[in-house]
């Protein structure tokens, strides 16, 4: 009988212990808020006609859908669609009508870092900074 009853106070101690450990892991572990990452982005580029600017504009409609648009002024080319996602932190979206893609990850609440990808195969780093 004693071989049992040390086999149970064993086991409530490693029960003990995992309860504890679950508990602290709850203590420590938090769920990031969901980033708001609507409003007006903005990057620039050197290319060989100069700097060229964009703007990347992202709107949550009232079901809580994210859409976005690009707008180009030197081109005068505004509200361009774009299919866009954004989830955990990842931004992606594509231009379609360009064959361009666009892979990042939102660093803090004012920027947006990542690569765009031409169908070419000529890629470069952009940085979106809110401006909105």
Same mark, same amino acid.
């Given at each position: 009988?004693?071989?049992? &009853?040390?086999?149970?106070?064993? &086991? +409530?101690? !490693? #029960?003990?212990?995992? %309860?504890?450990?679950?508990?602290?892991?709850?203590?420590?572990?938090?769920?990031? =808020?969901?980033?708001?990452?609507?409003?007006?982005?903005?990057?620039? #580029?050197?290319? =060989? /006609?100069?700097?060229?600017?964009?703007?990347?504009? %992202?709107?949550? &409609?009232?079901?809580?859908?994210?859409?976005?648009? %690009?707008?180009?002024?030197?081109?005068?080319? !505004?509200?361009? =669609?774009?299919? #866009?996602?954004?989830?955990?932190?990842?931004?992606? #979206?594509?231009? /379609? /009508?360009?064959?361009? &893609?666009?892979?990042?990850? +939102? %660093?803090? =609440?004012?920027?947006?870092?990542?690569?765009?990808?031409?169908?070419?195969? /000529?890629?470069?780093?952009?940085? !979106?900074?809110?401006?909105?």
């Amino acid at each position: 009988m004693k071989r049992r &009853s040390n086999l149970t106070r064993v &086991s +409530l101690i !490693y #029960f003990a212990l995992l %309860i504890w450990l679950g508990m602290a892991c709850a203590t420590f572990t938090r769920v990031a =808020p969901v980033a708001d990452i609507t409003g007006k982005w903005k990057t620039e #580029f050197e290319t =060989p /006609e100069g700097t060229l600017e964009t703007f990347l504009n %992202i709107q949550k &409609s009232t079901d809580g859908t994210l859409t976005a648009t %690009i707008d180009v002024p030197v081109m005068d080319a !505004y509200d361009i =669609p774009l299919i #866009f996602s954004f989830e955990k932190g990842v931004v992606h #979206f594509e231009v /379609e /009508e360009a064959q361009v &893609s666009f892979d990042g990850k +939102l %660093i803090d =609440p004012s920027t947006i870092e990542g690569i765009i990808n031409r169908a070419d195969g /000529e890629s470069g780093s952009f940085t !979106y900074k809110r401006v909105k």
